[in-house]
């Protein structure tokens, strides 16, 4: 990975209710350019494919989540049902709206003191976004920043760490984001 991508820095913001990337030296928030996962992600939005959208997103959910908290549990189950049947949007923004507190505090303590269980509780959160595109798209950044800090040294995992830094392992977000387009394309292929 390039030096300039070992810079990067990753918060959540809680205005937009999505991860963002800043720049480590400059302090400015990165453009984002699509990559391949948000392009097929899109391509599925603009065919109406909500419910394959929660499907990858409850997919990744559950590639970082090996023990389900209650919370957790709740909210894939809302998803599951929002992926095989009509759930009202007013019930999935209720959850989502209620599990706000929650998600702040993954971030604000959990990201930034390393814990490897924040953005899996954020990905399970993202399945039930009213929005399943901004939904799917957060849920696979959430599962990419799982596989960073898994990959990090366990030095890193017992200091309260300010920021989570990309990893420098190029391999670990090619595979992961190989994996999650082979899952998209699995999922138009049903």
């Known amino acids: 990975m390039n030096k300039r991508n070992k810079n990067l820095i990753y918060i959540y913001d809680t205005d937009h ?7 480590g030296e400059t302090g400015e928030r990165v453009r984002e350019d699509d990559d391949k996962v948000t392009g097929l992600l899109k391509y599925l939005h603009e ?10 997103a409850v997919w990744c959910t559950r590639q970082i989540n090996e023990d389900l908290k209650p919370i957790q549990k709740k909210i894939l189950d809302l998803a599951e049902k929002a992926i095989h049947e009509d759930v009202e949007s007013e019930e999935l923004n209720e959850l989502y709206e209620e599990t706000e507190g929650t998600a702040v505090a ?3 303590v959990g990201l930034r003191q390393g814990s490897r269980s924040a953005p899996a509780y954020l990905a399970a959160r993202e399945c039930i976004n009213p929005d399943a595109l901004e939904g799917a798209i957060q849920a696979a950044r959430f599962h990419r920043l799982w596989k960073e800090m898994q990959d990090q040294p366990e030095e890193f995992s017992d200091k309260a760490l300010k920021e989570i830094r990309a990893a420098s392992d190029q391999d670990t977000l090619k595979n992961v984001t190989e994996q999650q387009t082979d899952r998209l394309l699995d999922l138009m292929n049903e």
Do not use: C, H, P
């Open 47 to 56: 065919q109406g494919r909500s419910r394959l959208l929660r499907k990858f």
């Open 106 to 108: 993954a971030d604000t």
């Open 17 to 23: 209710q999505k991860i963002i990337m800043i720049d």
